[in-house]
């Protein structure tokens, strides 16, 4: 009888075992690890030598900027060096630097060196005629270039506040023109009209020979510019014209 044919089964490759999987796997894992940190220490050793390298070259420009002001300072005939430019820039180098504020201090004191505004007069002699008293440009006559003076008058070209004083010295006796009291006034002409400032009277002593009085005045007022000031005396012929007795001036606070 004939038998029907059959072919025979193929056979059955070998498979990897699956712990056998895991370990590969495993390696292979720890492998990439240890290459990552292996690349990060590379990169932070990298990092440091640069910064090494880098203060060397710095040390060696040094140096070598030094050798090149020995060559200079020896005046070495044989240098092709630029030692005037060389000798400059070492020159800048330890020149230092002004500060901002430094710069701005300087400035602040250049402005407080500006001369004060301020007058100081004596009396003179040819003021018996006129009840405004005049003053002499002589011995103790200061007036700053901010300060007019004229018949008996001192204008200011600088708005603001201002010290006035005066003091009036007069001779006191029984053979005085009038018997009423001394009166000596600070006055003020601004815009045209005049006005009285300051104000004091003195009566008379009955004494011969003369006997000297004095009135003093002072105050601080706002003076616009062009305003002037002036002293007025009631009886011009008693005023004692002697060093220091009758004086008049200000000055700007």
């Known amino acids: 009888m004939n038998e029907p044919y059959s072919p025979p089964a193929p056979p059955t490759g070998n498979t990897i075992p699956a ?6 796997m495993f390696l292979l894992t720890l492998f990439v690890i240890a290459q990552i940190i292996g690349t990060a220490f590379f990169g932070v050793y990298l990092h440091r030598r640069l910064d090494e390298v880098e203060k060397e070259m710095n040390q060696q420009e040094d140096y070598v900027f030094i050798r090149m002001l020995q060559k200079c300072n020896q005046k070495d005939s044989s240098t092709f060096l630029n030692c005037q430019e060389i000798l400059a820039s070492f020159q800048k180098l330890l020149k230092p630097e002004e500060s901002p504020t430094k710069e701005m201090f300087e400035r602040q004191k250049g402005d407080q060196k500006q001369l004060p505004i301020a007058a100081h007069l004596t009396s003179n002699t040819n003021s018996k005629s006129t009840a405004v008293l005049q003053w002499a440009k002589k011995g103790y006559y200061t007036v700053s270039d901010s300060l007019l003076y004229s ?6 070209q600088s708005s603001g506040f201002y010290y006035i004083y005066s003091q009036v010295t007069f001779c006191s006796s029984q053979e005085a023109s009038s018997q009423a009291a001394f009166v000596a ?3 003020l002409k601004s815009s045209g009209s005049e006005r009285v400032l300051l104000r004091a009277a003195n009566p008379h002593a009955p004494s011969k020979p003369c006997r000297h009085q004095s ?4 105050g601080t007022f706002d003076l616009q ?13 008693q005023v004692s014209h002697g060093p220091g007795f009758t004086y008049f001036g200000l000055f700007k606070l």
């Open 151 to 156: 018949d008996g008058k001192l204008t200011v």
């Open 185 to 187: 006034s600070l006055c």
């Open 225 to 237: 510019q062009g305003a002037s000031v002036f002293v007025n005396v009631t009886d011009p012929t």
């Open 19 to 24: 712990a056998t999987m895991k370990i590969v």
């Open 215 to 218: 009135i003093r005045l002072g």
